[in-house]
């Protein structure tokens, strides 16, 4: 199992929205700030996406997906020239009464009216909108390290291709209302996610810094890769700088340089993240999750958990339960 893949199954979507929004300009939407990551889908028409204290606007076109895996509150707006103060609440139209994006965006079964409609009866947008509720993001090993904006350039005006068979599966899904349609667009949210964070990982120079960069250097990835497999292990420095075929100090340093910490550190780090991911599971004891994650004792491990999440092993089993079912 590559790293990638290891750390991305600890990400788990336990809800997810869908709506879809058609604005003519002069238009403009603000999104509040919050803990669910949003994202946006520029099908037809362009837009300019303000995110509040990041960087630059972003200019959009059809074929764009742009993800804010932070929850970061962010403008929505056709006209640069509209203030940010103009655009707290969906322009109002005539017909149809509009709503704010946060209500078309709430987790619960629509039918086809689930269409947030905006703006003066000018040039005409697109723009498919979501949310993502994840499971304990904030002991996530993966959304950590995300920026706070993810942009997809589509390409000659269309979205990369497996976007719009995903997209058309959870509108399918969102207007059913059958049994089970919730946990189903769960589950494609989680295709949706994964394929963004690939898409992000695509996109990242090869000398890029980040535990992501870190990722596509050969002998740091690799290293990544021998902690991933074998978490259980007696890892020292110079054991994992051997199978680099590494320098203990050039390994250290330069592990260090790209992963932001040291290296015990990221061993210790990913155990307690793969211990929470299994006991989130509940199919282990906790004697079976201590062991796979490299502890003799359930008592050491209790320890080194607590130290780390901030909650004994067993206790945070148990804390996780009301907020899942609470999301779902």
């Given at each position: 199992?590559?790293?990638?893949?290891?750390v991305?199954?600890t990400?788990?979507?336990v809800?997810?929205?869908?709506?879809?929004m058609e604005?003519?300009?002069p238009?403009?939407?603000?999104?509040?700030?919050?803990?669910?990551?949003?994202f946006?889908?520029?099908l037809?028409?362009?837009?300019?996406?303000?995110v509040d204290?990041?960087?630059?606007p972003?200019?959009?076109s059809?074929?764009?997906?742009v993800?804010l895996?932070?929850?970061?509150?962010?403008?929505?707006?056709?006209?640069?020239s509209?203030?940010?103060?103009?655009v707290i609440?969906?322009a109002?139209v005539?017909?149809?009464?509009?709503q704010p994006?946060e209500?078309?965006l709430v987790?619960?079964?629509r039918?086809?009216?689930?269409?947030?409609?905006?703006?003066?009866g000018?040039?005409?947008?697109?723009i498919v909108?979501?949310?993502?509720r994840?499971e304990?993001?904030k002991?996530?090993?993966l959304?950590s390290?995300?920026?706070p904006?993810i942009?997809?350039?589509?390409?000659?005006?269309k979205?990369?291709?497996?976007?719009?068979p995903?997209?058309?599966?959870?509108?399918?899904?969102?207007?059913?209302?059958?049994?089970g349609?919730?946990?189903?667009?769960a589950?494609?949210?989680d295709?949706?996610?994964?394929?963004?964070?690939r898409?992000h990982l695509a996109?990242?120079?090869?000398?890029?810094?980040?535990?992501l960069?870190a990722l596509?250097?050969?002998q740091?990835?690799?290293?990544?890769g021998?902690?991933?497999?074998s978490p259980e292990?007696?890892?020292t420095?110079?054991?994992?700088?051997?199978?680099?075929a590494?320098?203990?100090?050039?390994?250290?340093?330069?592990?260090m340089?790209?992963?932001?910490e040291?290296?015990?550190?990221?061993?210790t780090?990913?155990?307690m993240q793969?211990?929470?991911?299994?006991l989130?599971?509940?199919?282990q004891?906790?004697?079976?999750?201590a062991?796979?994650?490299?502890?003799?004792?359930?008592a050491?491990f209790?320890?080194?958990f607590?130290?780390?999440?901030?909650?004994?092993p067993g206790?945070?089993?148990?804390?996780?339960?009301?907020?899942?079912?609470a999301?779902?």
């Amino acid at each position: 199992m590559d790293v990638l893949t290891d750390v991305l199954e600890t990400v788990r979507v336990v809800a997810a929205c869908y709506g879809r929004m058609e604005a003519t300009a002069p238009w403009g939407i603000r999104v509040r700030p919050g803990e669910d990551a949003k994202f946006h889908v520029v099908l037809e028409g362009r837009a300019r996406l303000i995110v509040d204290g990041v960087g630059e606007p972003i200019e959009l076109s059809a074929g764009d997906i742009v993800a804010l895996p932070h929850g970061h509150a962010h403008s929505l707006l056709d006209d640069p020239s509209v203030p940010d103060a103009a655009v707290i609440e969906p322009a109002p139209v005539p017909e149809p009464t509009t709503q704010p994006l946060e209500e078309l965006l709430v987790c619960r079964p629509r039918g086809d009216n689930s269409v947030l409609r905006v703006g003066g009866g000018g040039q005409s947008s697109t723009i498919v909108s979501g949310r993502f509720r994840f499971e304990d993001r904030k002991n996530n090993p993966l959304l950590s390290v995300l920026p706070p904006v993810i942009t997809l350039r589509g390409e000659m005006g269309k979205s990369v291709r497996w976007l719009e068979p995903t997209l058309k599966f959870i509108a399918c899904e969102a207007q059913s209302g059958r049994p089970g349609s919730q946990t189903v667009i769960a589950r494609l949210a989680d295709v949706l996610f994964i394929q963004i964070v690939r898409g992000h990982l695509a996109s990242l120079p090869v000398d890029g810094s980040g535990w992501l960069g870190a990722l596509a250097d050969a002998q740091i990835g690799a290293a990544l890769g021998h902690i991933h497999q074998s978490p259980e292990q007696d890892w020292t420095v110079q054991s994992l700088a051997a199978k680099v075929a590494m320098s203990r100090s050039a390994f250290a340093s330069r592990f260090m340089r790209l992963v932001g910490e040291p290296p015990l550190s990221y061993v210790t780090r990913w155990r307690m993240q793969k211990a929470a991911s299994m006991l989130r599971d509940g199919k282990q004891t906790l004697a079976e999750v201590a062991a796979q994650v490299g502890y003799d004792s359930e008592a050491a491990f209790s320890k080194a958990f607590k130290r780390a999440v901030g909650s004994a092993p067993g206790a945070y089993r148990r804390s996780l339960r009301p907020s899942l079912e609470a999301a779902a």
